[in-house]
């Protein structure tokens, strides 16, 4: 027992040395060089590709010449990473979005590397490929950053702070998620047993609105209620987490919440979602950011209506759609972006459904207008400079 943990003590300290000892090589010495003379370049950054697995990431480091010097797995930990990357020169080192990506970029960061996140919805070529595995995903990041990173379509993870912020609304959607699975499930029971709960919103679904069922309907029910109320509360103090994190650590919030239908949650969650409000040139590219804009496939004289993109942030995006339904509403008051939402809703059940996504990628855009601009929201702006032109 002792020797087999001696051996496997002595197989780690043997990769970790031969990954040194490769990039030691002189190109001679190179297991992969070809019997012809190879072109000499320069001195430059070392180019790893990187496929992040829950337990292992498997990694592939090409030298300047564009030679594999080391292809192997690393446990995907702090500690593993740590002690693969840290001995390292400064390096390109291309990782997937993901789960651990966060960690992952902000910890290779601190080592002194350059680090670049690859957008896999447009990374076609490792999303549809037909030889898919994590050592092939590895090698093609690898030569991607050494050629040219921007054809990765990196992206920029928030900083540790503001992923902490956002999990508290993150929190939040969870338990409201959980709680209309378990209204949806006290509804369908009740039905299938001839009976209905009162039409209510799930916030005000507990067990008085019992009363009226039959009592072994009642009696069966009552968990489920009970656990509804519950989350209610534990709902409720989330939103009041959420206002004081906006109050107190991101005031400009309340630039955004000039707009009737923007709460603390749109606000914030806005914010922490796009993190910089300097990254978009122009505000109308957030609409893109987010998904929010039509699909393209024209050819010709084809251009077929298509849905939209749906990119970018799904619960921002399922937000913004909130704001606009309430805006739509009749709640919702008179606006420039009301009027103009409603001109578009004539037609039908369908222009209604396309008129409330684009008055979602109106407000995102009008949000971060109102956020990088500082300005006092005038709602009827518009229609203000039109009757005075008239």
């Given at each position: 027992?002792?020797?087999?943990?001696?051996?496997?003590?002595?197989?780690?300290?043997?990769?970790?040395?031969?990954?040194?000892?490769?990039?030691?090589?002189?190109?001679?010495?190179?297991?992969?060089?070809?019997?012809?003379?190879?072109?000499?370049?320069?001195?430059?950054?070392?180019?790893?590709?990187?496929?992040?697995?829950?337990?292992?990431?498997?990694?592939?480091?090409?030298?300047?010449?564009?030679?594999?010097?080391?292809?192997?797995?690393?446990?995907?930990?702090?500690?593993?990473?740590?002690?693969?990357?840290?001995?390292?020169?400064?390096?390109?080192?291309?990782?997937?979005?993901?789960?651990?990506?966060?960690?992952?970029?902000?910890?290779?960061?601190?080592?002194?590397?350059?680090?670049?996140?690859?957008?896999?919805?447009?990374?076609?070529?490792?999303?549809?490929?037909?030889?898919?595995?994590?050592?092939?995903?590895?090698?093609?990041?690898?030569?991607?950053?050494?050629?040219?990173?921007?054809?990765?379509?990196?992206?920029?993870?928030?900083?540790?702070?503001?992923?902490?912020?956002?999990?508290?609304?993150?929190?939040?959607?969870?338990?409201?998620?959980?709680?209309?699975?378990?209204?949806?499930?006290?509804?369908?029971?009740?039905?299938?047993?001839?009976?209905?709960?009162?039409?209510?919103?799930?916030?005000?679904?507990?067990?008085?609105?019992?009363?009226?069922?039959?009592?072994?309907?009642?009696?069966?029910?009552?968990?489920?209620?009970?656990?509804?109320?519950?989350?209610?509360?534990?709902?409720?103090?989330?939103?009041?987490?959420?206002?004081?994190?906006?109050?107190?650590?991101?005031?400009?919030?309340?630039?955004?919440?000039?707009?009737?239908?923007?709460?603390p949650l749109i606000a914030l969650t806005?914010?922490?979602?796009?993190?910089?409000?300097?990254?978009?040139?122009q505000s109308r590219d957030v609409g893109?950011?987010?998904?929010?804009?039509?699909?393209?496939?024209?050819?010709?004289?084809?251009?077929?209506?298509?849905?939209?993109?749906?990119?970018?942030?799904?619960?921002l995006r399922k937000l913004l759609v909130?704001?606009?339904?309430?805006?739509?509403?009749?709640?919702?008051?008179?606006?420039?972006?009301?009027?103009?939402?409603?001109?578009?809703?004539?037609?039908?059940?369908?222009?209604?459904?396309?008129?409330?996504?684009?008055?979602?990628?109106?407000?995102?855009?009008?949000?971060?207008?109102?956020?990088?601009?500082?300005?006092?929201?005038?709602?009827?702006?518009?229609?203000?400079?039109?009757?005075?032109?008239?």
């Amino acid at each position: 027992m002792k020797q087999n943990t001696i051996q496997r003590q002595s197989g780690k300290r043997s990769s970790e040395q031969t990954l040194q000892q490769a990039l030691q090589r002189s190109p001679k010495q190179s297991p992969r060089q070809s019997p012809r003379p190879s072109r000499k370049k320069g001195p430059g950054p070392l180019a790893i590709g990187m496929d992040l697995g829950d337990r292992t990431s498997r990694y592939c480091v090409l030298n300047a010449c564009g030679e594999v010097v080391q292809e192997a797995a690393v446990a995907t930990t702090k500690q593993g990473l740590a002690r693969v990357f840290a001995p390292l020169q400064r390096s390109r080192i291309a990782i997937e979005v993901g789960t651990h990506s966060p960690w992952v970029s902000r910890l290779l960061q601190s080592l002194g590397h350059e680090v670049f996140v690859a957008n896999p919805r447009q990374l076609k070529l490792i999303s549809q490929s037909s030889r898919k595995d994590d050592r092939v995903d590895a090698r093609t990041l690898a030569r991607l950053v050494r050629v040219d990173p921007e054809l990765l379509r990196p992206i920029r993870h928030r900083s540790e702070e503001m992923q902490l912020d956002l999990l508290a609304i993150r929190v939040r959607a969870a338990l409201v998620e959980a709680r209309t699975a378990l209204v949806n499930a006290a509804r369908g029971l009740a039905k299938a047993m001839g009976e209905r709960l009162p039409q209510c919103a799930a916030g005000s679904l507990g067990s008085g609105q019992l009363k009226a069922l039959a009592e072994p309907l009642r009696d069966a029910l009552e968990p489920l209620l009970e656990q509804v109320a519950a989350l209610t509360v534990r709902i409720g103090k989330c939103d009041q987490q959420v206002e004081q994190i906006a109050r107190t650590k991101y005031p400009e919030t309340e630039l955004l919440r000039q707009v009737k239908g923007v709460g603390p949650l749109i606000a914030l969650t806005f914010i922490l979602t796009v993190a910089d409000k300097e990254r978009f040139p122009q505000s109308r590219d957030v609409g893109c950011y987010l998904g929010l804009r039509p699909k393209r496939s024209q050819s010709g004289q084809s251009a077929p209506e298509l849905r939209i993109t749906k990119e970018g942030d799904v619960y921002l995006r399922k937000l913004l759609v909130e704001g606009a339904q309430y805006i739509l509403s009749r709640r919702g008051p008179d606006t420039d972006l009301k009027r103009w939402g409603a001109r578009l809703a004539l037609g039908g059940k369908r222009a209604k459904k396309r008129a409330v996504v684009a008055v979602a990628r109106k407000l995102a855009v009008l949000l971060h207008a109102l956020w990088s601009g500082g300005e006092v929201y005038e709602p009827l702006r518009n229609s203000a400079a039109r009757q005075a032109a008239a």
